[in-house]
């Protein structure tokens, strides 16, 4: 009785009399249709109204397939209105879409030197093949101490419902080097063959939360001392089948229209290995990953912050080519993955700046941007669990002033408007506690 007193006191509001009927795009050539459709939520026959409106032309932009987007009516505002509200009989109405595409696909030269370390290689992507806004990538790198075949494909989002999924695959051959006060003491040679598939809902434009697995099958070949003197580090050489589930959450509202990114990404990835679903190792890994990308006036402000906990929970523990690293990439003027252990706190504060624009690429249409930058890395890994076993504490997890490394420098990025990732990077830097200069070269992100 209460609820047929209350829809009576208080009607639904009315539903607008215009619905979908046809889509009319303007300066787009390669997207097809029912891929926009998808990115606005929409179908022929659903209700449209200036809100309607604005949330597609927001999910359009969001999607990241176009620098710029108008979703409009082409009807003077007051007659959109008259029929939205006023008339009795839904009418059928043309939306169009006025869209500025961005670069679809890019092959690059990839690779790295500097660090103690060398590769080169090839990446190919497409953030919108066959126009149906999939997104595939391949690479292939052969290097000192990394080379690896990979692929991938991701679906942002499905035509039938606001739901991504991802899969790839990876064959890796990696040297895992040891260092001892910045001198490389042994390397231990293993090999990865595998992939993981993740599947998730579209929560918004901006948010995804998504769930998966991975497998991979790696050996661990035997230890190779570089220097004698040192005391043999530990490790985990067990061989096996690795078996994650994994959790997936993500914030993303980044765009890159000069190629330099401004916005903000979260991001939070629990994995868990366990005999339960037949995995020969048991831990628990959690990643947190916050990125704040600021554009004020002709600066690129930057601020990356990382933190993981990787957690053994029995004897059988991390495998050898899940232990957490850095240096290099994430902490310059140190050597590639020089510190490992099992608890990671890094932190990056970059000033991007761009001094040319518009510089013509052969046999390209897109032009390139240089942008020069300056940058303080510091971060720390602990290794509470030597070798990634569960058994003795190592030592307390509370970081100390001591346990961080810092590096400081300037650099300069080339980069491609429409495209997320520095087509080149060239960092030098210097680490401050090993007294250490290091140039960094890396092309297209250098390495996986």
């Known amino acids: 009785m209460a609820t047929a007193f209350l829809s009576l006191t208080f009607p639904a509001p009315a539903q607008a009399k ?48 176009f620098v710029s987007v108008r979703v409009w009516l082409d009807m003077p505002r007051e007659q959109a209105v008259q029929k939205m509200y006023l008339e009795e009989t839904p009418e059928p109405v043309d939306i169009h879409v006025t869209a500025d ?54 679906v942002p989002t499905i035509a039938a419902a606001p739901l991504t999924y991802v899969v790839d695959g990876v064959a890796r051959l990696e040297d895992f080097r040891f260092y001892d006060h910045h001198r490389l003491a042994m390397h231990v040679p293993t090999r990865v063959l595998g ?22 099958r790696i050996s661990v070949s035997l230890p190779q001392r570089d220097d004698p003197t040192v005391a043999a580090p530990a490790y985990n050489p067990k061989p096996g089948n690795i078996v994650l ?12 229209p000069e190629g330099l990114r401004h916005g903000t990404r979260i991001s939070l990835k629990n994995e868990i ?5 037949q995995s020969d190792f048991d831990y628990v890994k959690l990643d947190f990953q916050l990125e ?16 993981v906990i990787n957690y053994p929970t029995s004897e059988r523990g991390v495998p050898l080519t899940q232990l957490l690293r850095a240096g290099g990439p994430d902490l310059r003027g140190y050597n590639v993955n020089e510190f490992h252990g099992d608890t990671l706190l890094v932190g990056q504060l970059e000033e991007q700046v761009p001094v040319f624009k518009g510089i013509k690429l052969p046999l390209l249409s897109s032009r390139l941007n240089v942008a020069a930058a300056t940058f303080v890395d510091t971060g720390a890994l602990l290794e509470r669990h030597p070798g990634g076993i569960a058994g003795a504490t190592a030592r307390t997890p509370v970081p100390k002033f001591a346990d961080f490394h810092t590096g400081v420098g300037a650099g300069l990025r080339l980069v491609i408007p429409g495209v997320a990732i520095p087509a080149v990077k060239v960092d030098f830097a210097y680490g401050i506690d090993v007294k250490n200069f290091a140039v960094t070269i890396s092309v297209a992100g250098g390495g996986i």
């Open 273 to 277: 290995s366990d005999r339960f679903w």
């Open 101 to 154: 595409e961005k670069m679809s696909w890019f092959v690059f030269p990839n690779g790295s030197v500097g660090g103690g370390d060398k590769a080169a290689g090839l990446v190919y992507g497409d953030q919108n093949q066959g126009g149906q806004g999939r997104q595939v990538f391949a690479a292939a790198q052969y290097g000192e101490s990394k080379s690896y075949l990979m692929a991938g494909l991701r």
């Open 292 to 307: 704040l990308y600021g554009h004020w006036g002709p600066t690129y402000p930057s601020l990356n912050f990382r933190s």
């Open 245 to 256: 589930l994994q959790l997936y959450l993500l914030y993303d509202d980044t765009a890159a």
């Open 18 to 65: 215009l619905v979908l009927g046809r889509l009319v795009v303007h300066g787009i050539t390669k997207t097809k249709e029912d891929a926009i459709l998808a990115r606005m939520r929409l179908r022929p026959g659903d209700p449209v109204d200036f809100s309607v409106l604005k949330a597609a032309e927001e999910r359009l932009v969001a999607c990241d397939l």
């Open 195 to 216: 992939g993981e598939a993740q599947v998730g809902w579209v929560v918004t434009p901006t948010v995804r939360a998504m769930v998966g697995a991975m497998y991979n």
